[in-house]
């Protein structure tokens, strides 16, 4: 459901009793270059048009006080710079924030937060991103301080590291920041440099086919991954697969261990392909840009390994309906969502017959949206 700012504002006057000033950073949904963002490698995400919204006011003293309108629970905490206890909650992602962005030198007023949001949570989308850049935006807003959008998002990833223990890249991050209406991003996870790349979706559409599960290995296998990647790139004297070149790895590839080995093929090959989508989505070649995505399934599927049944059946079913041009899982994997790229003509076909095959074999609706990119982080004035 679309949040109304006036809503918003109304529920924060009756929760603290003070005028707010509204924040919010969107989702994300990856194009292509998955698992590659913390190998120093290309990905191409945009933002969602969907939001996670912050309603928040300064108050005296150095308490934190949070309410979630999703999970329906008001937390509190004291600035500090040292990391809480993590807790496995939700308050992890906002008070580790907030500690991320003491250390980095930003001196934050106590405050007042209000947090809703339109993005799906826990579906691959990066809610949790979303959640730390909104967070952060208030926080820095309230207490009128600034900081770069970088810094913003290499914040929020460090309160992911020690506050709830996900060793995630980059990339949700930056694109929460940085995204750009009508424009994917190109992003060189070594620099964080972010090229924007027109995303003009008329003749084509982007289907967001979320599968509504979460598979419990999702955590424990997204950081076996990573240091499967930091083992491959050991083993050829490399501080990361982004300095791995292909032919070198085939050279030498007989000499890896399994799964090592594939894990690394993936990261390698994915990279290539990011490069080759970003330049077939300029020159507004589809049919490749397609073609590169349901490539990067297959990989993410067979080599990388962290795909899933419900994933699988979405691409499989996608493909061979008429004026699909691509598809594949998106995010970390193990469940959550799937993208589709389409023929705009076949648009509404393809909502109405991928919703039936999946309720068929699964027996539960799937959910489905279509998507434009939409702004990164920013203060929403009156
Ligand atoms: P994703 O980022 O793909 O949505 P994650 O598991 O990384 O999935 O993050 C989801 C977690 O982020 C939730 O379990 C919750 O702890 C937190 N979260 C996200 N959005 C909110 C919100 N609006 N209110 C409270 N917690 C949230
Ligand atoms: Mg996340």
């Not at 995204?179 to 090229?195: F, K, P, S």
């Not at 990279?271 to 080759?276: C, G, H, I, K, W």
Request: contains cysteine; proline residues 4%.
């Amino acid at each position: 459901m679309p949040i109304h700012p006036d809503t918003l504002r109304a529920r924060f006057r009756e929760h603290f009793v003070a005028e707010p000033r509204l924040f919010r950073a969107p989702g994300r949904v990856n194009l292509i270059g998955e698992h590659t963002d913390y190998n120093d490698g290309f990905v191409l995400p945009l933002a969602l048009e969907k939001s996670t919204w912050v309603a928040a006011a300064p108050r005296a003293g150095k308490r934190v006080r949070v309410h979630s309108a999703a999970v329906g629970e008001t937390k509190e905490f004291e600035l500090g710079t040292s990391w809480p206890a993590r807790r496995g909650a939700w308050v992890d992602y906002v008070e580790g924030m907030a500690v991320a962005l003491m250390q980095a030198g930003v001196p934050l007023a106590g405050a007042d937060l209000l947090i809703d949001t339109e993005v799906p949570v826990g579906a691959g989308l990066s809610s949790s991103a979303a959640l730390e850049l909104a967070v952060g935006r208030a926080l820095i807003g309230v207490s009128e301080c600034e900081l770069t959008p970088v810094a913003l998002a290499r914040a929020g990833q460090r309160a992911e590291h020690e506050a709830v223990g996900i060793r995630c890249g980059l990339m949700d991050q930056l694109t929460a920041a940085l995204g750009q209406a009508g424009h994917a991003l190109l992003i060189d996870c070594r620099t964080n440099e972010a090229t924007p790349v027109p995303l003009p979706l008329d003749d084509v559409s982007l289907l967001v086919v979320d599968t509504r599960v979460k598979h419990s290995l999702a955590t424990s296998a997204y950081n076996t991954r990573r240091a499967e990647c930091e083992e491959g790139a050991r083993s050829f004297g490399a501080s990361s697969l982004r300095d791995v070149a292909l032919d070198a790895f085939h050279a030498r590839e007989a000499q890896l261990r399994d799964p090592v080995r594939r894990r690394v093929r993936h990261v390698l090959e994915e990279n290539a392909r990011t490069l080759d989508a970003a330049d077939a989505l300029r020159r507004g070649d589809w049919v490749r840009l397609g073609q590169r995505m349901s490539a990067s399934h297959r990989s993410l599927r067979d080599d990388f390994e962290v795909s899933c049944a419900e994933l699988d059946f979405v691409v499989d079913t996608a493909l061979a309906l008429p004026g699909v041009l691509g598809a594949r899982m998106t995010g970390g994997g193990f469940g959550g969502c799937a993208v589709v790229l389409g023929r705009h003509a076949a648009e509404a076909a393809l909502s109405a017959s991928l919703r039936a095959a999946f309720a068929r074999w699964f027996g539960r609706e799937p959910g489905l949206f279509f998507t434009r990119a939409g702004p990164g982080a920013g203060e929403v004035r009156a």
